[in-house]
C-alpha cells in the first residue's frame, strides 16, 4: 500500500508554492490533505481538483493566519470540513508550511511589517501546534518549514530570517515534549525555490541565475525538491528523526 494510507493530513499555505507541492505529494502518498489557504481561494480549489482528479482525497479549508483567534478559526473550518467528508476531526501529519516573506534589511525594516511577520511566521505555527494536539494523533508527525536563512547569513530580509530562527527553535523544544506521544517534530529548510514569495527577485535571466548559483546543483529549487523531503518526514521511515533541521537547499549552506 502507499505510505499515508489512512492518514491525515493538514498542510498550511496548501493553495500555492511549497505548500501545494507537499499538498500534492502527500495525497499521492495516500493521505487525506486539508488543503488550508488565507485568501486564494481558486489556488486552492484547484489544489484539490488536481489531487481529486489523480484518485487522490483532499478538502479546502479558509482561515487567515497572523491575526488574533487564527488557529481557533482555522481548526472550526477544518472540524467543518473533515464533518462533511465523514471523518472524525482528526488528523496524522501537521505541515506548518503558511508564511510571509520581506522586512529588508536592518536599515529598512519597520515596527509594522516585523510584527506581521511574526503574526504569521512563528505566532500562528505555536497555536496551531497548541489547537492541534487534541486533534493530532499519537505516533503523528508536525513539520515545520523553515529556511536557509537561519543557517546562513541572510542580512537581505533580517526580520524574516529571525522569524524562521524562532521556527527552528519550536521545532527543538516539542520534539522534546511530544516524544512521550510518538511524535516526531522537524523543521524542512528550503532554499531558494521556484514560488510567488520570490518572483519580484528573479525577474531578469541575471537575477535568476543569481538565485540559481545559491544551489551547487545551479538551479532554483522546485516545490516538489521540498515535498519529497517532507514525504519523508510524514512517513514511518523517519520515525527515529525528531528534532532536526533538514536542509532541503540544494547544498545552498555549504
Ligand atoms: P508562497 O508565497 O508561494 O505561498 C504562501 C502560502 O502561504 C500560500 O498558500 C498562502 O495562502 C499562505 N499564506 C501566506 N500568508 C497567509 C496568511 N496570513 N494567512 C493564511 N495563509 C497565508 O510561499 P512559498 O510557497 O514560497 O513558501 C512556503 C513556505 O516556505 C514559507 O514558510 C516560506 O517562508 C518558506 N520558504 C520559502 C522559500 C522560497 O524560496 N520560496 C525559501 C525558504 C523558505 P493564500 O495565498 O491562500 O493566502
Do not use: C
Request: hydrophobic fraction near 45%; avoid cysteine; charge should be neutral.
Amino acid at each position: 500500500g502507499r505510505p499515508l494510507e489512512g492518514k491525515t493530513a493538514l498542510v498550511t499555505g496548501g493553495s500555492r508554492g511549497i505548500g501545494r507541492g507537499i499538498a500534492l505529494r502527500l495525497a499521492a502518498d495516500g493521505a487525506l490533505v486539508a488543503v488550508h489557504y488565507g485568501s486564494s481561494e481558486a489556488a486552492a480549489r484547484e489544489t484539490v481538483e488536481t489531487i481529486r482528479s489523480s484518485g487522490g482525497q483532499a478538502l479546502a479549508i479558509r482561515a487567515e493566519l497572523g491575526v488574533v483567534g487564527d488557529a481557533a478559526a482555522l481548526y472550526a473550518a477544518f472540524d467543518a470540513g473533515m464533518g462533511e467528508f465523514g471523518v472524525p476531526p482528526e488528523f496524522d501529519i501537521l505541515v506548518n508550511n503558511a508564511g510571509v516573506s520581506g522586512s529588508g534589511r536592518i536599515t529598512e525594516v519597520t515596527e509594522e511589517v516585523f510584527d506581521r511577520l511574526v503574526a504569521v511566521n512563528v505566532r500562528a505555527p505555536l497555536f496551531l501546534v497548541q489547537h492541534g494536539l487534541k486533534r493530532l494523533r499519537d505516533g503523528g508527525r508536525i513539520i515545520n518549514i523553515s529556511s536557509a536563512a537561519t543557517r546562513r547569513a541572510f542580512p537581505e530580509s533580517i526580520g524574516y530570517a529571525m522569524t524562521k530562527g524562532a521556527v527552528d527553535t519550536l521545532t527543538l523544544a516539542l520534539a522534546r515534549q511530544l516524544g512521550e506521544r510518538g511524535i516526531t517534530v522537524n523543521a524542512v529548510a528550503p532554499g531558494f525555490v521556484e514560488t510567488d514569495m520570490n518572483a519580484r527577485r528573479r525577474q531578469t535571466p541575471e537575477a535568476a541565475a543569481a538565485l540559481a548559483a545559491y544551489s551547487v546543483f545551479n538551479r532554483i529549487g522546485r516545490p516538489d525538491d521540498i515535498a519529497d523531503v517532507v514525504a519523508f518526514l510524514a512517513s514511518d521511515d523517519s520515525r527515529w528523526i525528531t528534532g532536526q533541521y533538514v536542509d532541503a537547499t540544494g547544498g545552498t549552506i555549504l
